[in-house]
């Protein structure tokens, strides 16, 4: 499905672990819609999407059901990986396939039928604006960390594939800044779920979905309180950023001050 052909995408509730029904009636996502999931470990976060990943239609552990352009997707987009309109990406998600970076895009690009190179050279351009850690096409597809591969796939679902909704499980951990990716992702007008135990990342988005016991339990909209936060956490979370990375280039941190962090001046 085309990322003009996609207008909704809605999850019907399934149960709990404990068979109860969860707290809620739909949850619909339209493009340029962010959603983050969060919840402790084992509380079905994956599951939930999952079930989208999978277009569900009560046949999986939790009952849900989705529903695309408000109808249930037809058999062909269930079966066919190049109808689905959705990417999921995951922290595990690696490409085993022995291919340079510049092959495996162009393979991609040709399955979909559009003009290679200077795709490949923007996907690649764009991948690298996600991760500190710079990708070359001439480098294998195995050889890439898991920060570069994270990156690589969303620049890949956004450009090649043009996918209208992203699925992102918990990749915030290592490699990607997180804030380029969101700002990309609404540039592009992607309908995009994010699980998170990223405090930035649950905050920006503009609704949570909170997860216990294999249910939803609650649907949270930011106030006005957690957007003026959202500011200053970011220059933390940048700073912390910086950080990570002069600390993994090998360098001593020597003079900068935490934002708003006053210098103590003695005379
Ligand atoms: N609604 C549910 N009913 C039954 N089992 C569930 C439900 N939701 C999740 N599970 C199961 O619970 C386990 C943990 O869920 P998972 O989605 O991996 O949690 P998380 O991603 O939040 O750590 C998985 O084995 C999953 O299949
Ligand atoms: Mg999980």
Known sequence: MRSEQFMSLTVLPGTNRGGEREGFDRISLCPGDTLSIVGSTGSGKSAFINDI?????????????ILINGVPPSDEMVRDPSKKPIALITQNTRVIADLTVCRFLALHIRARDTDALELVKRTVTLANEFTGEKIAESMRMTELSGGQTRSLLIADAILIG???ILLLDEVENAGI????????LKHYNKAVIFVTHDPLLA???DRRIIMKNGAVTG????????????????GIDAFLGELREKIRAGDLIETDPLPGKKQVVTA
């Open 177 to 184: 800044f997180k804030e380029k990716v969101i700002r990309c």
């Open 53 to 65: 990943e999978v277009l569900a239609q009560g046949d999986t552990i939790t009952g849900r059901s």
């Open 162 to 164: 043009q996918t209208p």
């Open 203 to 205: 905050m920006i988005t």
């Open 219 to 234: 649907v949270l909209e930011p106030g006005t309180a957690e957007r003026e936060m959202v500011s200053h956490i970011s």
